[in-house]
Structure formats: C-alpha cells, structure tokens
T-cell receptor
Framework: AQSVTQLDSHVSVSEGTPVLLRCNYS??????LFWYVQHPNKGLQLLLK??????LVKGINGFEAEFKKSETSFHLTKPSAHMSDAAEYFC????????????FGDGTTLTVKP | DGGITQSPKYLFRKEGQNVTLSCEQN?????MYWYRQDPGQGLRLIYY???????QKGDIAEGYSVSREKKESFPLTVTSAQKNPTAFYLC???????????FGDGTRLSIL
C-alpha cells in the first residue's frame, strides 16, 4: 500500500521569500516521488522527480526537493518566491508493484503576495 | 511538439445523455490514464491502460467507460449512469509505471 500526505492545504509567502511545501509518504517498497504544479484550468506539469538516484533533486523554475527516507518526507523548496509561482502543487508517490497506480496528495495552494 | 491533446475544452451534457471526451498523445507512451478533479481536491483515477486493447478500473470507474484500440488514443465516455459528472477531467500518459506522467490541459464537463 502507498499513501501521501501534503501537510498544508494553503501556504502564503511574500515575493522574494523562501517557499516550503511539505509532503510525507508511506510505501511498502522503494517509491518514486514527484512534484507537479497546476495553474488554473490547466493540466499538471512535472516540477521534479526522485527515482532512487541522488536524494537532493533539482527541478525546473528553481525548485528542489530532498528525499529523506528516515523521515519519509519529500518536501519541496525554493529559495525565493516569484509571483508566477502562485499555483496548486501536488506530491505524488508511485510504486512499481502497485500496477501502475500513482497516489496523489490533496494539493497545496501557494499564494505569493507582492 | 510532442504532447497530449484533450478535446473539447468545455463540454455540456444533458440529462440521460452519454458524452465522450477525447484524449490523443504523440509521445509513443504505452500507459494512459483518466483522472477526475473536483474543486479544491486532488486527482482521482477513473481508468488506466498499460497497453493497447487492455485497461483497468481505477478508484471511481462507476458510470464511466473507456476503450484503447490505438496506442495514441484513450477516449473516455461519461454515461448517463454517472449522476454527478460535473468536474474537470484530465488525461495523462507515461512511458512506464513509475515514470512521470504527462498531462493534457483538461476538459471541463458541466450539466445543462
């Protein structure tokens, strides 16, 4: 079985300040982990992925995430928020044994204040 | 450019009517997926297909049907049995089970 919990449904930051979006996962096997971003009325776009290589993963638009097995976490960070980062963010876990079914978190809405 | 095309962008259904949402990909991916997204919620899996001529039910398959006759196409039919079809529907594809999914821009379905 696998599950994912996004610990904050809403996060608000000021432009130029750091962003932290938190994600915890549960998996019986080695997971693949992803972060996606969704802008209004659009599909999801991949930000970054972890697939058992380096634990610190760098993605697009200055985002990065660190896989911490001991804490079962995969938090998303960005040093300096931009107005264009305002969107919905989803953490996703996928396990090879689960017949192709990924599990999506409920999402975190990021608001960026000027 | 490679990608996933969903059509139409907006769709309206009358009571008792079946409607079909189109999803086409030119990424040469084997796996394709349909998700439903309700306001303020995450994605719920309706159906998925790992290979042509084969598909499996996801978590909320009741009231929906799919076909996978071609690798690049995975249409979703919302039947009259689906009593609450108003939602945003997303199609995705991936190279393999644990690979990232590529998403279309969605179809928003409403009831007339």
């Amino acid at each position: 079985a696998q599950s994912v919990t996004q610990l904050d449904s809403h996060v608000s930051v000021s432009e130029g300040t750091p962003v932290l979006l938190r994600c915890n996962y549960s998996s019986s096997y080695s997971p693949s982990l992803f972060w996606y971003v969704q802008h209004p009325n659009k599909g999801l776009q991949l930000l970054l992925k972890y697939t058992s290589a380096a634990t610190l993963v760098k993605g697009i638009n200055g985002f990065e995430a660190e896989f911490k097995k001991s804490e079962t976490s995969f938090h998303l960070t960005k040093p300096s928020a931009h107005m264009s980062d305002a969107a919905e963010y989803f953490c996703v876990v996928s396990v090879y044994t689960n017949a192709g079914k990924s599990t999506f978190g409920d999402g975190t809405t990021l608001t960026v204040k000027p | 450019d490679g990608g996933i095309t969903q059509s139409p962008k907006y769709l309206f259904r009358k009571e008792g009517q079946n409607v079909t949402l189109s999803c086409e990909q030119n990424l040469n991916h084997d796996a394709m997926y349909w998700y439903r997204q309700d306001p303020g919620q995450g994605l719920r899996l309706i159906y998925y297909s790992q290979i042509v001529n084969d598909f499996q039910k996801g978590d909320i398959a009741e009231g929906y049907s799919v076909s996978r006759e071609k690798k690049e196409s995975f249409p979703l039919t919302v039947t009259s049995a689906q009593k609450n079809p108003t939602a945003f529907y997303l199609c995705a594809s991936s190279q393999g089970i644990t690979q990232p999914q590529h998403f279309g821009d969605g179809t928003r379905l409403s009831i007339l």
